[in-house]
């Protein structure tokens, strides 16, 4: 059972890094934001993937009394999905600020010293491409918040397969 359990939380931590590209290929278009999916065609299969992914770090989070973290990540998640941006601005960007910025303390904080270099790493990075777009508008909310996953699809990964802390 446990085998499949870890098999299960691969499969949804590589859908969790997909998200962006599943809505541009169901959509046909990318937009300046991922939430922006919402106001799509395709806002089912938006609310849809986000549930999903936040579903998996909610699990997480209850399956594993350690990770009780994820669980608050996973809430968020779904908050995302649960509040479009252009219609609830201040609780849909408070859900993202919830979910990447608990991440990144999450990473850093729940790792051993020996890890914690590159777990810094990759809140640097989270940081850096949501500051690059925020601050010098190098590129659109999209590209920083699909870079922001990665790191976080990465550690989720390596946490779940015990390669990581």
């Not at 499949?4 to 962006?20: Q, T």
């Not at 699990?59 to 009780?68: P, Q």
């Not at 190098?138 to 990581?164: D, M």
């Amino acid at each position: 059972m446990e085998k499949r359990l870890i098999k299960l939380h691969v499969i949804l931590s590589i859908l969790l890094v997909f998200i962006p590209l599943i809505l541009i290929v169901a959509s046909g278009e990318v937009r300046n934001s991922i939430s922006n999916y919402a106001y799509s065609e395709v806002s089912y299969l938006f609310s849809t993937l986000l549930s999903i992914a936040g579903t998996m770090f909610i699990f997480n989070g209850t399956a594993y009394n350690s990770r009780w973290y994820n669980i608050i990540l996973g809430c968020s998640l779904v908050g995302v999905a649960l509040t479009p941006h252009l219609d609830y601005p201040v609780i849909h960007y408070s859900f993202a600020s919830i979910f990447f910025i608990g991440s990144v303390v999450v990473m850093i904080a729940y790792s051993s010293a020996k890890q914690r270099p590159l777990k810094a790493y990759f809140g640097i990075m989270i940081i850096l491409s949501l500051l690059f777009h925020f601050i010098f508008n190098w590129y659109s909310l999209f590209w920083a918040e699909w870079i922001g996953i990665l790191p976080i699809t990465i550690h989720y990964l390596g946490e779940t397969t015990n390669k990581l802390d």
